[in-house]
């Protein structure tokens, strides 16, 4: 499993694809929260804040999650390498679990840079270090779960196709949904419970919570739950293509 997970990890880094994901990333909430003239732009906004990065980082992901897991299986199904892969002395879920972590790990590699955008606000503050430096870390944490979520879908929707670019589609579809649809669906519903109920199935309403610098538990059950549901989701996928 561990040279599984080495091999994908150094596939995506040694292509020209994988550093331009990562580049986009950075230069996306770079823009946004350096140069151009909007209310989260911390040189505009006269506060000391990672509020840019922390309401695009979920935007962003949207595209570079499914952009890291598009290849995952769709490739190994292209180019007829599954069949030798499924040889090999893994069980499904290892095989699974080093193609998850792998897409994860990429995506965390892709945040840690995010952390001179954080030290460029500690400096600026007034006085300096004027931060809500627990809100910013329970933001980071709820950043990370919301890229392994992505990851999970991305990689089921890897596991359904051999063409990179339905994966792609499919995956952006159903993160989209899974982070802000629930929200519109409970738009419909008489308030009550059940509008709650569907409010608290979506990925946005966890996020904000731990934006607020409470890493709830029941916030970090629904992320592992998600994870695990799409991550079985896989599994079923690929037993399916063994008959």
């Known amino acids: 499993m561990l040279s599984l997970l080495r091999k994908e990890i150094s596939d995506f880094l040694s292509s020209l694809i994988g550093y331009l994901v990562i580049a986009v990333f ?12 909007i209310d989260i732009n911390v040189l ?22 499914p952009a890291v897991t ?15 892969l ?16 792998a897409g994860w790990i990429l995506t965390v590699i892709a945040i840690i840079p995010t952390l001179i955008y954080f030290y460029s606000v500690y ?11 627990g809100g910013i870390a329970g933001s980071y944490i709820g950043l990370i779960f ?3 979520a992505y990851v999970a879908i991305g990689l089921f929707a890897s596991s359904t196709t051999n063409n990179q670019i ?15 649809g629930f929200d519109s669906v409970s738009g419909f519903i008489p ?47 690929l037993e399916s293509r063994k008959w």
Request: glycine letters at 8%; hydrophobic letters at 55%; aromatic letters at 18%.
């Open 26 to 37: 950075l230069t996306a909430v770079g823009l946004f929260m350096w140069v151009f003239p």
């Open 191 to 237: 308030m009550g419970a059940a509008e709650q109920i569907f409010i608290n199935l979506g990925i946005n309403e966890h996020y904000i919570s731990m934006s607020r610098g409470v890493v709830d538990t029941r916030d970090l059950l629904y992320f592992f739950s998600l994870i695990g549901v799409f991550l079985l989701f896989s599994k079923t996928r």
């Open 146 to 148: 919301l890229s392994g």
């Open 166 to 180: 339905v994966s792609f589609i499919v995956a952006v579809f159903l993160s989209f949904f899974m982070f802000i």
């Open 86 to 101: 499924m040889t090999k002395p893994l069980t499904d879920w290892q095989i699974i679990g080093a193609k998850f972590l």
């Open 123 to 133: 400096k600026l503050g007034s006085p300096e270090g004027n931060l809500d430096i």
């Open 44 to 65: 505009n906004s006269g506060y000391a804040n990672l509020d840019a990065l922390f309401t695009l980082g979920p935007w962003v992901f949207l595209f570079l999650c």
């Open 70 to 84: 598009m290849r995952l299986f769709a490739e190994e199904y292209r180019t007829g390498t599954m069949e030798m």
